[in-house]
């Protein structure tokens, strides 16, 4: 059975910091963040607006994670991604919200299902919780997303806009 969606510092950074955290619910109403990940936020202090969520959030919980597995392991990913996937692995069907592209392609390769914070803004645009996703994501780049033009305009395509 699948487990509550493991989310990474890089998608929480970048919503917290566009003030559009809640885009993550569209995941689940509660998402783990694995302790590793919350390590790694909390180091940024705490007036960083992604500490002051994880902290003030409780739909945000931090979790243990077993230990990396080799297989995971021989991605050589950062901490953070690797524990998001850890704790996915661990958890067969559990979806890693990540955005670092060799992080997607370690899910991709294990079978774990994977989305980043441009899944995060099309899906919220799908189900009409945002009237728009141009904004949200420009908004994103603003607050450090990185995200080619070619990209936004695909993704766009893909919601109409």
């Given at each position: 059975?699948?487990?509550?969606?493991?989310?990474?510092?890089?998608?929480?950074?970048?919503?917290?910091?566009?003030?559009?955290?809640?885009?993550?619910?569209?995941?689940?109403?509660?998402?783990?963040?694995?302790?590793?990940?919350?390590?790694?936020?909390?180091?940024?202090?705490?007036?960083?607006?992604?500490?002051?969520?994880?902290?003030?959030?409780?739909?945000?919980?931090?979790?243990?994670?077993?230990?990396?597995?080799?297989?995971?392991?021989?991605?050589d990913?950062?901490?953070?991604?690797?524990?998001?996937?850890?704790?996915?692995?661990?958890?067969?069907?559990t979806?890693?919200?990540?955005?670092?592209?060799?992080?997607?392609?370690?899910?991709?390769?294990?079978?774990i299902?994977?989305?980043?914070?441009?899944?995060?803004?099309?899906?919220?645009?799908?189900?009409?919780?945002?009237?728009?996703?141009?904004?949200?994501?420009?908004?994103?780049?603003?607050a450090g997303?990185?995200?080619?033009?070619a990209?936004?305009?695909?993704?766009?395509?893909?919601?109409?806009?």
């Amino acid at each position: 059975m699948a487990e509550r969606p493991a989310v990474n510092a890089s998608p929480l950074f970048l919503l917290a910091r566009g003030e559009r955290l809640e885009l993550l619910r569209v995941a689940a109403d509660v998402l783990a963040v694995p302790a590793a990940v919350a390590e790694e936020l909390r180091r940024r202090g705490p007036a960083d607006p992604a500490v002051r969520a994880l902290n003030e959030t409780p739909w945000l919980a931090v979790v243990p994670t077993p230990p990396v597995p080799l297989v995971i392991q021989a991605w050589d990913l950062g901490e953070g991604e690797s524990a998001v996937l850890t704790w996915a692995y661990a958890h067969p069907g559990t979806e890693a919200i990540i955005d670092d592209l060799a992080g997607r392609r370690c899910a991709d390769a294990l079978g774990i299902p994977v989305r980043g914070t441009l899944g995060l803004v099309i899906t919220a645009r799908r189900r009409g919780l945002i009237p728009a996703a141009r904004p949200v994501l420009e908004e994103l780049r603003l607050a450090g997303m990185y995200l080619s033009d070619a990209v936004l305009n695909r993704a766009l395509v893909m919601v109409g806009e």
